[in-house]
Antibody, heavy 125, light 110 residues
Framework: EVQLVESGGEVVQPGESVRLSCAASGFSFSSYSMNWVRQAPGKGLEWVSYISSGSGSIYYADSVKGRFTVSRDNAKSSLYLQMSSLRDEDTAVYYC??????????????????WGQGTVVTVSS | QSALTQSPSASGSPGQSVTISCIGTSSDVGDYNYVSWYQQHPGKAPKLMIYEVTKRPSGVPDRFSGSRSGNTASLTVSGLQAEDEADYYCSSYADSNNLVFGGGTKLTVL
């Protein structure tokens, strides 16, 4: 079964750091780029970061640039998000998401068909 | 990069059709064929319903269809069913390697 499982979410104070993990199984993780998407309580979805299959291309939303770092370990089929200088507005459910692939094409930057269950990060003093 | 604009709510009776709009700009919806739509039930992860403006992933009922006119993308749900009641989000690839989402539309089946 194709599966993504996030972990690492916790309650932290503003200015602190958290590292999220996303464990992949059931597919060839090293062949796929990956994304992080978050959802604040009662709010919509917000794209956070993208990393290519070999880590050669990395992009961030302006709202997290300079504070968050995405990485991956293909040998461990794992994706990570190091979050630092956390703010109240970073409170959200964080999802890792795999792009949809069909007919030899993968929509790496635009369409995600496999999502984890999400992990909750709460930033509060 | 600003979020795409969606109406907060939409509704329809079982069997009817409803269309949800997603307004972007010439830097996202209007410039790239990479508009997607997601369905999200409460407490669940999003589910991909439409990609590349009009295409359906395998397993998505053909009651769901996507279209675009200029900077506005639309999702139409035909033959509404009770299980279609959910939040729907559009997204688009955007300039400078960004991906933007809409604020979401809550679809109520009356």
């Amino acid at each position: 079964e194709v599966q993504l499982v996030e972990s690492g979410g916790e309650v932290v104070q503003p200015g602190e750091s958290v590292r999220l993990s996303c464990a992949a199984s059931g597919f060839s993780f090293s062949s796929y780029s990956m994304n992080w998407v978050r959802q604040a309580p009662g709010k919509g979805l917000e794209w956070v970061s993208y990393i290519s299959s070999g880590s050669g291309s990395i992009y961030y939303a302006d709202s997290v640039k300079g504070r968050f770092t995405v990485s991956r370990d293909n040998a461990k089929s794992s994706l990570y998000l190091q979050m630092s200088s956390l703010r109240d507005e970073d409170t959200a459910v964080y999802y890792c998401a795999r792009p949809y692939c069909s007919g030899g094409s993968c929509y790496s930057r635009s369409a995600f068909d496999i999502w984890g269950q999400g992990t909750v990060v709460t930033v509060s003093s | 990069q600003s979020a795409l604009t969606q109406s907060p709510s939409a509704s329809g009776s079982p069997g009817q059709s409803v269309t949800i709009s997603c307004i972007g700009t010439s830097s996202d919806v209007g410039d790239y064929n990479y508009v997607s739509w997601y369905q999200q039930h409460p407490g669940k992860a999003p589910k991909l319903m439409i990609y590349e403006v009009t295409k359906r992933p395998s397993g998505v009922p053909d009651r769901f269809s996507g279209s675009r006119s200029g900077n506005t993308a639309s999702l139409t749900v035909s033959g509404l069913q009770a299980e279609d009641e959910a939040d729907y989000y559009c997204s688009s690839y955007a300039d400078s390697n960004n991906l933007v989402f809409g604020g979401g539309t809550k679809l109520t089946v009356l």
